[in-house]
């Protein structure tokens, strides 16, 4: 290490829908809470399936537009192929224990991590605090996200 | 706020060019305004289509790529379908306030934030100057972008 | 520049396994080394493929999902249209002297840049240290990333 100062917070958005858009965020914000830094997360665009009660359970993978999953476009739009990646994906991270979706969402706010929905889409998205998960501590807008990430790092996922 | 040092600024990075990949950078640019903090906004690779004079006005929805929209693949690949759903998004954007694009980006500017063209994305896609719209202050280097964000959060969109 | 206190360090994660998804990456490392800041890239999910040896130099761009690309997703879709945009891509890098992911990778290993592989994706992909290119420094899990960022600027790609 180069530098002697510590990183005190991390703040993560998460502002994708597919499984592969939500867990790097998710994993880096677990990762901060095991090191001892403070970590929010704030759930805005698509990332708010993460947190919707009825969305966070259903989570895809996207086998289209991501030539690194080797899947040709075609086969990857036939019914069924987001579906056979998804079953894929949850095995693979299982195997890793790393949780799904809701019980990792529950795991790293039982860690001490803050989770937050962004005002403008949950308005966007028609949602109120009640479509949420319990874990998720208020909607804030864009200010308060700087207000709450001073002193960190900003990570756009 | 557990920490007393507030964000002096923010240089936010647009690198993808559909609807869904512009707003959240520009909708940060001026949450960033509206708090007085700086905000730099530096357009690159497809991104460069938000302040493009020829482009600007027609951002579309990725109707593919992205299962959180609910679209089956196939349906998704339609011709029509990425303009429905850009209609949508555009009337969601609408009624919470938020502009088209081209006012969007006139907006941050007249608000004081920088807009900036990405040098190696201008010449790759054969850009001129002229091309973008009057509010982009410049065309800037990799490096030139690190000395206009420092002190402040980086911010990859 | 508004602040008298330059960029140190960047802590670059490129986490998409597409052409148009690794080059910001590494154009981002690149110029922080030509700058004199340190780099490191962490390379994590699909990004892995930029350091594997049987991967790297088989990267595509994605041709649906990507309404700035211009191409109808049907069309897109079409076997054979993801490796003619890569190939006309490639060409346009040539073009900059921005060289194909592997020598690029070489270049800025070279130029002092650290490359590391993200421990959760190397479990998940099943790969192994001999399965990457000789530039890679080591296998990180994100404690380890935490601390090597601290100082820096995170960037999440």
């Given at each position: 290490m180069s530098d002697n100062e510590k990183i005190k917070k991390v703040s993560i958005i998460i502002s994708k829908g597919s499984l592969e858009g939500i867990y790097p965020g998710l994993i880096m914000a677990n990762g901060a809470r095991m090191k001892g830094i403070e970590a929010n997360v704030f759930f805005t665009f698509f990332g708010l399936d993460a947190i919707t009660k009825n969305k966070m359970n259903k989570i895809k993978v996207a086998t289209?537009?991501?030539?690194a999953m080797g899947i040709p476009t075609l086969v990857g739009a036939a019914p069924g192929m987001s579906a056979l990646a998804t079953t894929m994906m949850k095995k693979q991270m299982e195997e890793l224990d790393i949780p799904p979706i809701p019980e990792f969402v529950e795991m790293i706010h039982d860690a001490g991590g803050g989770m937050y929905a962004c005002l403008a889409s949950v308005e966007m998205f028609k949602l109120k605090k009640e479509d949420f998960c319990d874990q998720v501590k208020g909607i804030l807008t864009i200010g308060d996200f700087y207000d709450i990430s001073a002193g960190g790092e900003i990570i756009f996922t």
């Open positions: 289209v537009g991501n030539p």
